[in-house]
């Protein structure tokens, strides 16, 4: 019996790894035949490919996620993945339109995954009049792209170190201080954790509790211990991180 497919396309490499292994967890049978970065990738190589199934980010580079889908939608099955976005996901749960939160995992993946196994080798739902309507959403004119903070500066001994926001896992308040905390190191900086939290870029740093910003695509796994309480596991990171309740809401799946 043929395995079905699928293709991957997000412009974050971490967040394309991170959904082909939570992908192997929930439906081990499912091929992941490609990966693509932008839209326009994802079109090409679902031309090349054929995919059953193509998981896309909404907001790439060059071409959306939408825009690829109205190119797609009658070739092959369509899942959105996406960071919390409110409007767009009542229009999702308003139509024919499947979707997955960032960070991807949980009951909401076996769900969707449940539900593309029956639908593997029907034909496509028509969901043009929806792709339609939430494209229109997503051009609406934007504010020009503010520039957020790309370098933190730490003093360590005598010397000034120079830590790309790229390279953080997370950042958590501790007395004074702010704890810097990457995959080799640890670092204090006086700059502190609500002045990290206004300047740093909301899409790539999420406040988990009120002492803790995380950087998403270092999110290995969300889990509950014994007393119900949100725990982020940080990859290449021995520590668990306590989501408090104020922010659950960022993990909704569970």
């Given at each position: ?117 029956a639908l593997v ?17 997503h051009s609406k ?29 997370f950042f958590q ?82």
């Amino acid at each position: 019996m043929t395995r079905p497919t699928a293709l991957i396309a997000d412009d974050e490499e971490g967040m394309r790894q991170q959904l082909r292994s939570r992908l192997q967890e929930a439906w081990p049978a499912l091929e992941i035949v490609a990966e693509a970065a932008n839209g326009i990738e994802a079109v090409a190589l679902a031309g090349q490919h054929q995919p059953d199934i193509v998981f896309l980010d909404i907001r790439m580079p060059g071409m959306s996620g939408i825009e690829a889908a109205r190119m797609l939608f009658n070739r092959c099955h369509l899942v959105f993945v996406t960071a919390y976005d409110q409007y767009a996901i009542e229009a999702f749960e308003q139509g024919a339109l499947d979707y997955l939160l960032k960070p991807v995992g949980g009951e909401r993946l076996k769900t969707t995954c449940a539900r593309l196994q029956a639908l593997v080798g029907q034909q496509p739902t028509n969901i043009e009049r929806q792709l339609s309507q939430l494209l229109s959403q997503h051009s609406k004119p934007v504010a020009a792209k503010r520039e957020y903070l790309r370098w933190i500066q730490a003093v360590v001994g005598a010397n000034l170190r120079m830590i790309s926001t790229r390279e953080v896992l997370f950042f958590q308040a501790d007395e004074k201080y702010t704890r810097v905390q990457t995959e080799q190191s640890e670092v204090l900086i006086r700059k502190t954790l609500k002045e990290l939290a206004d300047e740093l870029d909301p899409d790539e740093f999420w406040r988990i509790h009120r002492s803790t910003l995380v950087r998403v695509d270092a999110i290995e796994e969300v889990t509950r211990d014994l007393r119900g309480r949100q725990m982020v596991r940080i990859r290449n990171h021995p520590e668990l991180l306590e989501v408090s309740r104020g922010h659950t809401h960022l993990f909704q799946q569970m």
